[in-house]
Protein backbone atom coordinates (compact mmCIF):
# COMPACT_ATOMS: atom_id res chain seq x y z
CA UNK A 1 0.00 0.00 0.00
CA UNK A 2 1.46 3.25 -1.04
CA UNK A 3 1.08 6.42 1.73
CA UNK A 4 -0.15 9.48 0.09
CA UNK A 5 1.70 12.54 1.84
CA UNK A 6 0.71 16.14 1.77
CA UNK A 7 3.95 18.61 1.58
CA UNK A 8 3.93 22.14 1.34
CA UNK A 9 7.53 21.90 -0.11
CA UNK A 10 8.95 21.06 -3.40
CA UNK A 11 12.28 20.16 -1.07
CA UNK A 12 10.02 17.10 0.70
CA UNK A 13 8.67 16.08 -2.22
CA UNK A 14 11.95 15.20 -3.99
CA UNK A 15 13.40 13.91 -0.59
CA UNK A 16 10.32 11.64 -0.01
CA UNK A 17 9.64 10.08 -3.63
CA UNK A 18 10.88 7.01 -2.26
CA UNK A 19 9.44 3.39 -2.67
CA UNK A 20 6.02 2.82 -0.93
CA UNK A 21 5.35 6.98 0.03
CA UNK A 22 3.63 9.25 -2.37
CA UNK A 23 4.24 12.81 -2.13
CA UNK A 24 1.64 15.49 -3.57
CA UNK A 25 2.95 18.83 -3.36
CA UNK A 26 -0.22 21.06 -1.59
CA UNK A 27 0.54 23.94 0.21
CA UNK A 28 -2.72 25.17 3.01
CA UNK A 29 -1.55 28.46 2.47
CA UNK A 30 -1.51 28.76 -1.66
CA UNK A 31 -3.44 26.18 -3.22
CA UNK A 32 -6.83 27.84 -4.40
CA UNK A 33 -8.30 23.87 -3.68
CA UNK A 34 -8.82 21.59 -0.93
CA UNK A 35 -6.83 18.88 -0.47
CA UNK A 36 -6.95 15.92 -2.55
CA UNK A 37 -7.10 12.80 -0.59
CA UNK A 38 -4.26 12.11 1.77
CA UNK A 39 -2.93 9.91 4.11
CA UNK A 40 -0.92 12.11 6.02
CA UNK A 41 -0.76 16.15 6.27
CA UNK A 42 3.03 17.87 6.30
CA UNK A 43 1.80 21.05 6.90
CA UNK A 44 3.09 24.47 8.12
CA UNK A 45 0.36 26.52 10.68
CA UNK A 46 -1.95 28.81 8.19
CA UNK A 47 -1.08 32.46 8.25
CA UNK A 48 -4.51 32.80 7.13
CA UNK A 49 -6.86 31.77 10.19
CA UNK A 50 -9.66 30.64 7.76
CA UNK A 51 -7.54 28.35 6.11
CA UNK A 52 -7.59 25.89 9.31
CA UNK A 53 -10.62 24.23 8.27
CA UNK A 54 -9.19 22.92 5.40
CA UNK A 55 -7.39 20.22 7.51
CA UNK A 56 -10.88 18.79 8.59
CA UNK A 57 -11.79 18.61 4.64
CA UNK A 58 -8.74 15.95 4.04
CA UNK A 59 -10.38 12.66 2.91
CA UNK A 60 -8.94 9.68 4.38
CA UNK A 61 -6.26 11.45 6.68
CA UNK A 62 -4.80 9.43 9.35
CA UNK A 63 -2.06 11.52 10.87
CA UNK A 64 -0.78 15.27 10.95
CA UNK A 65 2.54 16.31 11.23
CA UNK A 66 2.96 19.65 11.89
CA UNK A 67 6.28 21.95 10.78
CA UNK A 68 5.97 23.88 14.17
CA UNK A 69 5.67 23.55 17.75
CA UNK A 70 2.42 25.50 18.58
CA UNK A 71 -0.47 22.82 17.34
CA UNK A 72 -3.18 24.39 19.57
CA UNK A 73 -4.77 25.93 15.78
CA UNK A 74 -5.27 22.81 14.47
CA UNK A 75 -7.01 20.80 17.06
CA UNK A 76 -10.59 21.95 16.64
CA UNK A 77 -9.98 21.32 13.05
CA UNK A 78 -8.62 17.57 13.52
CA UNK A 79 -10.92 14.69 12.34
CA UNK A 80 -11.39 12.28 14.53
CA UNK A 81 -9.12 9.05 15.36
CA UNK A 82 -6.85 11.17 13.60
CA UNK A 83 -2.55 11.21 15.35
CA UNK A 84 -0.72 14.80 15.37
CA UNK A 85 2.80 15.17 15.75
CA UNK A 86 4.81 18.65 16.13
CA UNK A 87 8.23 19.56 15.35
CA UNK A 88 9.96 19.78 18.81
CA UNK A 89 13.82 20.20 18.52
CA UNK A 90 13.85 21.95 15.31
CA UNK A 91 12.30 25.50 16.08
CA UNK A 92 13.48 26.27 19.52
CA UNK A 93 17.02 27.71 18.86
CA UNK A 94 15.87 30.10 16.01
CA UNK A 95 13.34 31.24 18.14
CA UNK A 96 15.62 31.87 20.89
CA UNK A 97 17.93 33.99 18.62
CA UNK A 98 15.11 36.21 17.08
CA UNK A 99 13.98 36.80 20.75
CA UNK A 100 17.72 38.13 21.57
CA UNK A 101 17.47 40.00 18.90
CA UNK A 102 14.65 41.70 19.62
CA UNK A 103 16.08 42.58 23.16
CA UNK A 104 19.44 43.91 21.77
CA UNK A 105 17.50 45.71 19.06
CA UNK A 106 15.14 47.33 21.88
CA UNK A 107 17.27 48.27 24.36
CA UNK A 108 19.53 49.57 22.36
CA UNK A 109 17.55 51.85 20.14
CA UNK A 110 18.62 50.41 16.79
CA UNK A 111 15.46 51.67 15.43
CA UNK A 112 15.96 55.48 16.49
CA UNK A 113 19.48 55.04 15.49
CA UNK A 114 18.86 53.56 12.21
CA UNK A 115 16.54 56.81 11.70
CA UNK A 116 19.51 58.92 12.69
CA UNK A 117 21.40 57.33 10.05
CA UNK A 118 19.25 57.99 7.28
CA UNK A 119 18.96 61.51 8.39
CA UNK A 120 22.95 61.12 8.71
CA UNK A 121 22.85 62.58 11.98
CA UNK A 122 26.12 61.91 14.13
CA UNK A 123 24.32 62.03 18.22
CA UNK A 124 25.69 59.56 20.31
CA UNK A 125 22.45 58.05 22.16
CA UNK A 126 22.91 56.53 25.54
CA UNK A 127 20.69 53.10 25.52
CA UNK A 128 19.54 50.89 28.69
CA UNK A 129 21.41 47.26 28.19
CA UNK A 130 20.42 43.61 29.39
CA UNK A 131 24.22 43.77 31.17
CA UNK A 132 22.77 44.16 34.48
CA UNK A 133 19.11 44.32 33.87
CA UNK A 134 16.40 42.52 35.87
CA UNK A 135 14.42 39.96 33.35
CA UNK A 136 11.77 38.21 34.07
CA UNK A 137 10.88 35.14 31.48
CA UNK A 138 7.38 33.61 31.13
CA UNK A 139 8.17 29.71 29.50
CA UNK A 140 10.26 27.27 30.94
CA UNK A 141 10.16 24.95 27.93
CA UNK A 142 12.31 24.45 24.74
CA UNK A 143 11.40 27.93 23.57
CA UNK A 144 12.25 29.14 26.97
CA UNK A 145 14.94 27.31 28.13
CA UNK A 146 17.14 28.38 25.39
CA UNK A 147 16.05 32.02 25.47
CA UNK A 148 17.65 31.38 29.31
CA UNK A 149 20.53 30.06 27.93
CA UNK A 150 21.07 32.93 25.29
CA UNK A 151 20.81 35.43 27.99
CA UNK A 152 22.96 34.15 30.74
CA UNK A 153 26.68 34.85 29.20
CA UNK A 154 25.36 38.97 29.01
CA UNK A 155 25.20 38.72 32.25
CA UNK A 156 21.83 40.21 33.95
CA UNK A 157 21.37 41.85 37.27
CA UNK A 158 18.88 38.54 37.67
CA UNK A 159 16.61 35.78 35.69
CA UNK A 160 13.97 34.83 36.94
CA UNK A 161 12.02 31.71 34.99
CA UNK A 162 7.80 31.40 35.49
CA UNK A 163 5.54 28.53 33.86
CA UNK A 164 2.14 26.97 35.30
CA UNK A 165 3.99 24.86 37.72
CA UNK A 166 7.03 25.62 40.65
CA UNK A 167 9.25 23.12 40.10
CA UNK A 168 13.04 22.11 39.68
CA UNK A 169 14.10 22.48 35.79
CA UNK A 170 16.12 19.35 34.98
CA UNK A 171 19.21 21.81 34.30
CA UNK A 172 18.94 22.63 38.04
CA UNK A 173 17.15 26.15 37.82
CA UNK A 174 14.44 27.19 39.57
CA UNK A 175 11.11 27.71 38.06
CA UNK A 176 8.55 29.78 39.89
CA UNK A 177 4.98 29.00 39.42
CA UNK A 178 2.48 32.14 37.35
CA UNK A 179 0.76 33.13 40.68
CA UNK A 180 4.09 34.54 42.02
CA UNK A 181 4.48 36.55 38.73
CA UNK A 182 3.02 39.82 40.02
CA UNK A 183 5.38 40.62 42.94
CA UNK A 184 8.41 40.49 39.97
CA UNK A 185 6.87 42.34 37.34
CA UNK A 186 7.63 46.27 39.03
CA UNK A 187 11.10 45.32 39.36
CA UNK A 188 11.75 43.65 35.72
CA UNK A 189 13.37 46.02 33.08
CA UNK A 190 12.34 43.03 30.40
CA UNK A 191 9.57 40.53 30.34
CA UNK A 192 10.09 38.31 27.93
CA UNK A 193 6.66 35.80 27.13
CA UNK A 194 7.63 32.63 25.53
CA UNK A 195 4.47 30.72 26.70
CA UNK A 196 1.64 28.66 24.75
CA UNK A 197 -1.35 30.10 23.81
CA UNK A 198 -4.04 28.01 26.27
CA UNK A 199 -6.93 28.69 28.24
CA UNK A 200 -4.80 29.84 31.35
CA UNK A 201 -2.46 31.99 29.39
CA UNK A 202 -5.07 33.69 27.08
CA UNK A 203 -4.68 37.73 27.75
CA UNK A 204 -2.48 36.76 30.79
CA UNK A 205 -0.62 39.87 29.65
CA UNK A 206 -3.31 42.21 30.71
CA UNK A 207 -4.09 46.09 31.89
CA UNK A 208 -3.35 44.93 35.72
CA UNK A 209 0.04 42.99 34.64
CA UNK A 210 1.14 45.76 32.40
CA UNK A 211 0.36 48.08 34.73
CA UNK A 212 2.11 46.32 37.03
CA UNK A 213 5.12 46.24 35.32
CA UNK A 214 7.89 49.90 35.89
CA UNK A 215 8.15 52.66 33.72
CA UNK A 216 10.41 52.01 30.45
CA UNK A 217 10.41 48.51 30.97
CA UNK A 218 10.38 46.24 27.80
CA UNK A 219 8.22 43.72 26.83
CA UNK A 220 8.85 40.91 24.79
CA UNK A 221 6.81 38.37 23.19
CA UNK A 222 7.79 35.75 21.11
CA UNK A 223 5.28 32.89 22.56
CA UNK A 224 1.49 33.46 20.88
CA UNK A 225 0.17 36.43 20.06
CA UNK A 226 -3.39 36.34 22.28
CA UNK A 227 -1.31 35.92 25.52
CA UNK A 228 -1.01 39.97 24.80
CA UNK A 229 -3.98 42.32 25.88
CA UNK A 230 -4.15 43.82 22.76
CA UNK A 231 -5.40 47.29 23.14
CA UNK A 232 -4.24 47.07 26.52
CA UNK A 233 -0.80 46.82 25.22
CA UNK A 234 -1.61 49.58 22.75
CA UNK A 235 -2.85 52.41 25.30
CA UNK A 236 1.02 52.12 27.48
CA UNK A 237 2.78 52.00 24.15
CA UNK A 238 0.80 55.16 22.85
CA UNK A 239 1.57 56.80 25.98
CA UNK A 240 5.14 56.22 26.40
CA UNK A 241 5.60 54.43 29.41
CA UNK A 242 5.98 51.01 27.84
CA UNK A 243 8.66 49.04 25.36
CA UNK A 244 7.69 46.42 23.57
CA UNK A 245 8.88 43.83 20.79
CA UNK A 246 6.43 41.36 19.35
CA UNK A 247 7.14 38.79 17.03
CA UNK A 248 3.42 38.01 17.19
CA UNK A 249 0.17 39.91 18.03
CA UNK A 250 -3.53 39.81 18.00
CA UNK A 251 -4.87 39.70 15.86
CA UNK A 252 -2.49 37.91 13.60
CA UNK A 253 -1.55 38.61 10.39
CA UNK A 254 -1.61 42.14 12.01
CA UNK A 255 -4.16 44.19 9.46
CA UNK A 256 -2.42 46.96 7.63
CA UNK A 257 -4.74 49.50 9.17
CA UNK A 258 -3.57 48.06 12.82
CA UNK A 259 -2.95 51.15 15.22
CA UNK A 260 0.31 48.45 16.31
CA UNK A 261 1.84 49.55 13.33
CA UNK A 262 2.54 53.01 14.61
CA UNK A 263 2.75 52.62 17.96
CA UNK A 264 6.32 54.37 19.45
CA UNK A 265 8.47 51.89 21.08
CA UNK A 266 7.39 49.04 19.63
CA UNK A 267 9.62 46.55 17.04
CA UNK A 268 7.26 44.10 15.23
CA UNK A 269 8.61 41.74 12.99
CA UNK A 270 6.21 39.24 11.09
CA UNK A 271 5.90 35.88 13.02
CA UNK A 272 9.77 34.87 11.60
CA UNK A 273 11.46 34.20 14.79
CA UNK A 274 11.47 30.59 13.16
CA UNK A 275 12.63 31.50 9.34
CA UNK A 276 15.90 31.08 9.31
CA UNK A 277 18.03 28.29 6.43
CA UNK A 278 18.75 26.16 9.18
CA UNK A 279 15.48 25.69 10.98
CA UNK A 280 14.41 24.69 7.16
CA UNK A 281 16.97 22.37 7.10
CA UNK A 282 15.89 20.59 10.52
CA UNK A 283 12.26 21.11 10.46
CA UNK A 284 12.43 19.09 7.19
CA UNK A 285 14.64 16.29 8.02
CA UNK A 286 11.97 15.67 10.76
CA UNK A 287 9.29 15.29 8.74
CA UNK A 288 11.15 13.13 6.24
CA UNK A 289 12.27 10.71 9.11
CA UNK A 290 8.23 11.10 10.77
CA UNK A 291 7.24 9.73 7.38
CA UNK A 292 9.40 7.32 6.46
CA UNK A 293 8.32 5.76 9.96
CA UNK A 294 4.81 5.93 9.32
CA UNK A 295 4.87 3.99 6.22
CA UNK A 296 7.21 1.07 8.07
CA UNK A 297 4.75 1.11 11.05
CA UNK A 298 7.86 2.26 13.40
CA UNK A 299 6.84 4.78 16.67
CA UNK A 300 7.06 8.25 15.90
CA UNK A 301 8.72 11.03 17.90
CA UNK A 302 6.72 14.45 19.27
CA UNK A 303 3.41 12.84 20.01
CA UNK A 304 0.66 15.49 20.32
CA UNK A 305 -2.38 12.92 19.83
CA UNK A 306 -1.97 9.29 19.69
Known amino acids: MTLRVLVPWQRLVDEL ?14 DPEDAPPADVLVTERPSNPQLRSRVSRIKGLKHVHLLSLGYEWVLEHLP ?5 TNSKGAVEEATAEHCLALILASLRQLSQVG ?36 LLPFKPAELTVFARTERVHEKGFRIHSLDQLRAYLP ?33 INVGRGPIVDTKALLTELQTGRLHAALDVTDPEPLPVDHALWQAPNCIITPHMAGDTGQFISLVSELAVNQVVAIAHGEELSNRIIN
Not at 206 to 219: V, Y
Open 80 to 84: EKVSL
Open 115 to 150: KQQRERNWTRTWTSSLHGSKVVLLGAGGVGSEIRSR
Open 17 to 30: TIPGIKPILWHIND
Open 187 to 219: LADVVISALPHTQETEQLINTQFLSAMKDGSLL
